[in-house]
């Protein structure tokens, strides 16, 4: 009787654990298939929250707050404001080292939002910050792709940066036009571990590369 009892115990945390991991994963997806409107909708505070908000729930999950930076991160970037650019780039530090303690191992989707958190503080005063930032950008991007060489993020915010950068200090479009295009080729073969694993950048590279037309 006892045997029993316990195995329907063990059989009730099971499920309770399944459904657990799917209300997560649900969670997760619809916040992600929000994250390519997010510069137009500027919804920045609201998708990252939701992120945390995740990530503070579950605990033991790294991707929430890999999500949470990303997204803060990016609106360092996007910030016109540069008194408040700093800030916003420390903040997505801070919620990535959450990421970083949670995995506890090097990897190449952390090393391409710490080479956006150093952008947004460049960004700030480019001329000026350049030696410092501008060598973490690269060390990070070089670092990313060493630890996943199909990941086609690393070689999308390369192109970005070389984008963006003047003619005269070695970027421009024409320099960076062939990074979108091997982007864009590894978008093709990448494949993400799981369904909530980061897969975001295709429609930015679409993107870019139409700017050639």
């Known amino acids: 009787m006892k045997q029993i009892f316990l195995a329907c115990v063990a059989l009730v945390c099971v499920q309770a654990a399944f459904a657990q991991s799917d209300r997560y994963v649900n969670a997760m997806k619809k916040n992600i298939a929000m994250l390519d409107s997010v510069p137009v909708k500027s919804n920045f505070d609201e998708l990252s929250n939701n992120f945390l908000r995740i990530g503070d729930a579950e605990k033991s999950q790294w991707l929430p707050y890999y999500y949470a930076a990303y997204v803060t991160a ?20 801070e919620i990535l080292k959450k990421a970083e303690n949670i995995l506890n191992k090097e990897n190449s989707e952390i090393e391409v939002i710490k080479s956006m958190i150093a952008t947004a503080h460049m960004t700030v005063d480019p001329q000026s910050r350049y030696m410092t930032y501008g060598q973490e950008i690269s060390e990070a991007i070089a670092k ?29 479009k024409d320099v960076a036009r062939p990074l ?14 799981t369904e909530i694993s980061p897969n975001w950048g295709k429609s930015t590279v679409e993107f870019y590369l139409k700017s050639y037309k």
Request: hydrophobic share 35%; aromatic share 12%; charged share 25%.
């Open 74 to 93: 990016l609106q360092g970037v996007m910030e016109r404001d540069l008194n408040k650019k700093d800030q916003i780039a420390d903040y997505a530090s």
């Open 144 to 172: 990313s792709k060493q630890l996943d060489s199909t990941n086609p993020r690393p070689v999308l915010i390369q192109a970005q940066n070389l984008y963006y950068t003047p003619e005269f200090a070695g970027g421009g």
């Open 180 to 193: 979108f295009e091997k982007a864009q080729q590894l978008f093709a073969f990448f494949k993400p571990e």
